[in-house]
């Protein structure tokens, strides 16, 4: 229960807040009306708790505590930590590396998706980083070339993507479906179908390595997280991005550069790809180009979803994104450590997608509502 | 794509770029009132030789009328058909022979079913992702059905064709009632449909069922070689699509549906019922798909047929079929099909090449056909940005 101490000592925060501001500063006109609202606003947990209610990372962050509360019910080692060769270890600490990935490609996929567009073709581009990554070092290049030519290609694959998705517009499904296709093959050609050993030690930090007791992948999300963040909300960019997601058209007339957004937009799902490439190569010590990153915009495309965003477009939630790659990874370690066939793991995921997205739809509220008034006509019209 | 508006200031000469970039841009159904058809004329000559212009001038709005036709993309791809077997009957010994051809069906058949339920789908303007998957179960199930519960073959061919449809109907109810996207409901079903694989049995089962082996050796003859009962039923199940299709009035609900929604809505047709059809109709094609699958690999399996819901979509797309919905032919599965499978027994003939060039062809392919219907069709002009 790491979530609750912070939440409940910033509860009285707003009440403090409100309460000295509003007599002090407002004129006399709005304190009536602030005055007015006061009363309403007594039960300072009960306003908080509607707030919380409300906030968008409510669920995804349940969600998440009630499978973790289900691993210590049912798994009593699952919460030990533990420090060994100078670093944290534990069931944990092994969520976090290997959600490291999918994490970095749902940030990706976070801003695609807002734009109501879709990047299908993030298994391909981590196969193509992880294969070029792979050779560069086996060829005896200093290990940052390597990464930056794999970066390198991993923003052509994006920009590949912008340009029919942004330039031709062509449906994002299948422009990316392009690149999913022939993707795979590129990375095969490049690897002659081969899986590339890759034997160099300095490889391996990003994928299995630790810093300050925590895994090295786990900070670098962190800091694309808090990079991307900062850019979305310090600048325009991100209210950009939205107006762009609810009515492309509309942003386009009131003056916004929609192709260079959607453009930057899916460049920025291919670097998130392939730098979750590099870590899978360092990870597995070795580029797979058939096997790498199999499916894995579908676990992001079901991260971002279980992060409260909608594929409709127009909402991004970054920190939510994060929330739900961890819920899937969760999910996988808590089925493979409960000895439950791995296979369920598959099913489980689809039924959590078809429920998410019942549960989402506006279809599925006005049912709750008739249900809800459904009891009370009858009476009224009786009595 | 810098397409700026037509500045007020120089009406009556335009620029010959600019001239030609917009008669590009969508086609000129009567060439009397655009501006300038002739680049390089000025307009007073243009209104001189008005009535001398329309027998010559007819030749290049009459190609552009063809190229900017939508079906102008599955004519393409009925001549690139000729073009590969052509190429691989010139370079390569043996390749021109009938049996080749046949085989090309009886390898393709499943995919060929695949792809006819992909083609209503997509005209109604949806995707099924899950399409490989529901193949995939449909092999296990009928491998399970039949070598652990001893079901007689015809019973278990019955269940597995009623499951893939109802499984179909299930998504397809999803789509309406909730308003979801295919895209995200698909995708469900298909981690759905793979996982139930597994759920029944983690490696691959045989099957020994007479029947089955039987059907699966059976040969039926032909002028110049022999085809496979599976064969026969994709081909089947073409012309019932064809029905369907062009003939019923399901399937003009289909076009309808595609075309625009809230119109069909409003013209009356049943909407609702038409979308869990189409699904329906996807996941039989699926299942039926994966019996013949089963007949050809004699065995059910998770890990069948891994990515065949991206070979239909490319060949329903390469077969001139808007992605956008309400256009196109369903006879376009059967020419984007054999593309597929001629470019793949190119690669096999030739032996050299390795089999991921087969991917990046058939990538290469998509983008091709996706650029040129874009480029030239007049369907997607609208509908591209609202998906």
């Known amino acids: ?383 | 794509m810098s397409a700026s508006f037509p500045s007020p200031a120089s009406p009556a000469t335009p620029s010959p770029g600019d001239g030609a970039t917009r008669r590009s841009l969508r086609p000129v159904p009567n060439p009397a009132p655009s501006p300038s058809p002739m680049p390089s004329s000025s307009s007073a000559a243009v209104d001189a030789g008005a009535a001398s212009r329309t027998p010559s001038g007819n030749r290049p709005a009459l190609l552009l009328r063809w190229l900017h036709h939508p079906a102008f993309s599955a004519q393409m791809t009925v001549v690139l058909l000729l073009v590969l077997l052509a190429a691989g009957g010139l370079r390569y010994d043996g390749f021109a022979a009938p049996q080749v051809l046949l085989n090309l069906l009886i390898d393709n058949a499943y995919l060929l079913v695949l792809a006819v339920g992909m083609s209503l789908v997509i005209l109604s303007g949806g995707i099924d992702l899950s399409v490989g998957a529901v193949l995939a179960l449909s092999t296990t199930v009928a491998a399970w059905l039949l070598q652990q519960a001893h079901w007689p073959a015809p019973a278990v061919m019955a269940a597995v064709l009623v499951g893939g449809s109802l499984f179909g109907v299930l998504q397809g109810a999803l789509i309406h009632v909730f308003r979801l996207q295919p895209f995200i409901v698909t995708l469900a079903g298909m981690f759905l449909a793979r996982g139930l694989c597994y759920l029944i049995s983690v490696d691959s089962i045989t099957i020994s069922d007479e029947t089955f082996v039987h059907i699966s050796q059976m040969q039926i003859p032909l002028p110049g070689g022999f085809v496979s009962p599976g064969a026969v039923i994709a081909v089947g199940l073409l012309a019932v699509g064809i029905w369907i299709a062009h003939r019923s009035g399901f399937g003009r609900a289909v076009y309808a549906l595609g075309g625009n929604e809230s119109s069909a809505l409003m013209m009356g047709l049943p909407v609702g019922r038409t979308k869990l059809m189409v699904y329906g109709f996807s996941g039989f094609c699926a299942s039926l798909a994966g019996l013949l699958f089963g007949f050809y690999m004699l065995s059910g399996y998770g890990l069948h047929a891994q990515g065949a819901e991206l070979d239909a979509i490319a060949a329903v797309v390469i077969g001139g079929t808007m992605l956008s919905g309400g256009y196109g032919y369903m006879a376009g599965a059967l020419s984007g099909v054999l593309v597929l499978g001629t470019i793949q027994t190119l690669i096999a003939f030739d032996g050299t090449l390795s089999s991921w060039w087969t991917k990046i062809v058939i990538g290469a392919l998509l983008f091709v056909f996706c650029v040129v219907q874009r480029l030239l069709s007049r369907p997607l002009a609208g509908a591209g940005a609202a998906q």
């Not at chain 1, 929330?323 to 066939?341: D, E, F, R």
């Open chain 1, 1 to 383: 229960m790491a979530e609750t101490p912070p939440v409940i000592e910033s509860l009285p925060l707003p009440k403090d807040g409100r309460t000295s501001h509003a007599p002090s500063a407002m004129p006399a006109a709005t304190t009536a009306t602030a005055l007015a609202a006061h009363p309403s606003q007594r039960p300072a947990w009960q306003a908080w708790l509607g707030t919380l209610h409300e906030h968008p990372l409510l669920r995804p962050v349940l969600a998440l505590v009630i499978l973790l509360l289900v691993d210590l019910v049912f798994l009593p080692d699952f919460w030990q930590v533990q420090i060994r060769d100078g670093h944290l270890y534990g069931p944990l600490i092994d969520i976090l590396n290997r959600a490291a990935p999918l994490m970095l490609a749902s940030l990706g996929m976070s801003l695609v998706i807002a734009t109501r567009g879709i990047d299908v073709s993030v298994g391909a581009v981590v196969a193509m980083s992880a294969t070029v990554a792979a050779l560069m070092v086996n060829a005896g290049q200093p290990l940052l070339v390597a990464y930056l030519a794999a970066l390198g290609v991993a923003v052509l694959c994006g920009a590949w993507n912008g340009v029919l998705v942004a330039g031709l517009k062509l449906q994002p499904i299948i422009a990316t479906l392009i690149l999913m296709v022939a993707g795979r093959g590129l990375a095969q050609l490049m690897a002659d179908g081969q899986i590339i050993t890759v034997y160099q030690s300095s490889f391996f930090v990003l994928g299995s390595g630790y810093l300050l007791g925590l895994p090295v992948s786990l900070w670098v999300v962190l800091a694309v997280a808090l990079a991307t963040t900062q850019l979305l909300r310090r600048t325009a960019l991100g209210l950009f991005i939205q107006a762009v997601g609810l009515n492309p058209v509309a942003s386009r007339l009131a003056g916004l550069r929609t192709a260079t957004l959607i453009f930057g937009c899916y460049v920025f799902a291919g670097v998130c790809a392939g730098a979750a490439g590099l870590m899978i190569a360092s990870n597995i010590k070795s580029a797979d180009a058939n096997n790498a990153g199999l499916l894995l915009e579908l676990d992001a495309i079901l991260a971002v979803t279980l992060g409260g965003a909608s594929l409709a477009g127009g909402k991004y939630h970054l920190a939510g994104s994060l929330v739900g790659a961890l819920i899937i990874q969760t999910l996988t370690t808590t089925i493979y450590s409960l000895g439950v066939p791995p296979e369920v793991n598959m099913v489980v995921k689809a039924l959590v997608v078809f429920l998410l997205c019942i549960l989402q739809s506006s279809e599925w509220r006005a049912m709750l509502r008739r249900w809800r008034q459904r009891p009370a006509a009858p009476r009224g019209d009786r009595s």
